[in-house]
């Protein structure tokens, strides 16, 4: 029962992350809190992957809803045993927990390319990456952001914003594998129950 409710709190939990990545991912399109950059297509082409907004949001959404109502009280006769429809709910929530891993996973790998890259910004040569073969050495270096002209504050901006992201979602994907940990547990714990049972008989 404890397992249950714990199981239950983590699935609640992945909203509020999904709606952090949404609003954070949208962000990124309004450097300096300018939409003509984003018009222009002057923005880093990793915030175009729409990892936050469709995947560690969206997405995440939907697996987080799959697994409320899969976690409901209220039985479903999928099979003629009860033990046999928990197994079928618990193998459904750890398909869905494995989607929810892939989807903050993409999430999380896209907002690490896109920090270590640095941003798309104007330099005296022109519209570049700058910082692109610094290897993400730039980011412990804060007196090269200079070399962005515009927009203004654009570094600080990805840096702050791109970190957010990654930690939305790698939180996401740690509570995406207890899920699948907590309902293996379940169906394992079934299958001992019902295998043990006629020996006690």
């Not at 397992?3 to 992945?14: D, E, F, H």
């Not at 991912?25 to 950059?37: H, K, V």
């Not at 390319?113 to 050495?137: A, K």
Request: overall charge neutral.
């Amino acid at each position: 029962m404890g397992a249950q409710r714990c199981s239950g709190c983590l699935s609640c939990l992945i909203i509020p992350l999904a709606l952090w990545s949404i609003i954070v991912n949208i962000l990124l399109y309004f450097p300096n809190g300018q939409a003509s950059y984003a018009s222009s297509h002057k923005l880093t082409n990793y915030v175009w992957y729409f990892e936050g907004i469709c995947f560690s949001g969206v997405m995440m959404l939907i697996v987080a809803a799959a697994l409320l109502i899969l976690e409901r009280d209220t039985p479903y006769k999928c099979c003629q045993s009860e033990n046999c429809s928990k197994k079928y709910m618990s193998l459904l929530s750890i398909i869905f927990s494995v989607l929810g891993i892939a989807f903050s996973g993409y999430c999380l790998v896209i907002s690490a390319l896109g920090l270590v890259q640095g941003p798309y910004c104007r330099t005296l040569n022109g519209w570049e990456y700058v910082f692109e073969d610094t290897t993400g050495s730039f980011l412990s270096d804060p007196s090269t952001w200079s070399q962005c002209l515009e927009p203004a504050h654009v570094v600080e901006w990805n840096i702050i914003l791109f970190s957010i992201l990654i930690m939305l979602s790698g939180l996401q994907v740690i509570i995406s594998l207890i899920k699948v940990t907590i309902e293996l547990s379940k169906m394992l714990c079934t299958t001992y129950s019902v295998i043990i049972q006629p020996g006690i008989i």
